[in-house]
T-cell receptor, first 112, second 112 residues
Framework: QKEVEQNSGPLSVPEGAIASLNCTYS??????FFWYRQYSGKSPELIMF????GDKEDGRFTAQLNKASQYVSLLIRDSQPSDSATYLC????????????FGTGTRLTIIP | SQTIHQWPATLVQPVGSPLSLECTVE??????LYWYRQAAGRGLQLLFY??????ISSEVPQNLSASRPQDRQFILSSKKLLLSDSGFYLC???????????FGPGTRLTVT
């Protein structure tokens, strides 16, 4: 069974620090990976996607992918209280059909 | 720009009653469409996805069904709701480029 694993947290990070969120996946055939942010009671919002090994930066967010280790991470620099949310990692699991397998999410709390 | 709508936003239904949730997408053609359910404190469970009009794939056998009567319309139905059908129902669309999915605002269903 194809799985995406995340530490459920909660992860508490002081305001202004770097938050590091991690994700592992089981399907070596997965090509693309996605990070979503979900505020309590709201729908998930796409933050970033990555499909090449290495780092991809977008503002305060950096996604990292290591296909050899089957590991994806999201770094949030200069964390703000508004970053407090649950972060979902997803892996594309069926190339061409665009089905995503989601992790259960990591709850992040930024402490002022 | 693309917009995805879902209604109703909230719904309280008795056990055994029927269900119809609607999702429409604007600003794109021939999207892939998805129905997910998120139970309280749980991850996203893919229920159905569709790559075109009348083409529905079911991921989880249960008392729910889906239909796609028009290119940008996706409907989730049930003839008789169960208590276990309670949850946050999310519709999503994908353009088929990278595989990223964009979610609608969701419908919170409580079965009593």
């Amino acid at each position: 069974q194809k799985e995406v694993e995340q530490n459920s947290g909660p992860l508490s990070v002081p305001e202004g620090a770097i938050a590091s969120l991690n994700c592992t996946y089981s399907d070596r055939g997965s090509q693309s990976f996605f990070w979503y942010r979900q505020y309590s009671g709201k729908s998930p919002e796409l933050i970033m996607f990555i499909y090449s090994n290495g780092d991809k930066e977008d503002g305060r967010f950096t996604a990292q992918l290591n296909k050899a280790s089957q590991y994806v991470s999201l770094l949030i620099r200069d964390s703000q209280p508004s970053d407090s949310a649950t972060y979902l990692c997803a892996a594309e699991t069926n190339f061409g059909n665009e089905k995503l397998t989601f992790g259960t999410g990591t709850r992040l709390t930024i402490i002022p | 720009s693309q917009t995805i709508h879902q209604w109703p936003a909230t719904l309280v239904q008795p056990v055994g009653s029927p269900l119809s949730l609607e999702c429409t997408v604007e600003g794109t053609s021939n999207p892939n469409l998805y129905w997910y359910r998120q139970a309280a404190g749980r991850g996203l469970q893919l229920l159905f996805y569709s790559v075109g009009i009348g083409q529905i794939s079911s991921e989880v056998p249960q008392n729910l069904s889906a239909s796609r009567p028009q290119d940008r319309q996706f409907i989730l139905s049930s003839k008789k709701l169960l208590l276990s059908d309670s949850g946050f129902y999310l519709c999503a669309w994908s353009s088929g480029v990278i595989g990223e999915q964009y979610f609608g605002p969701g419908t919170r269903l409580t079965v009593t």
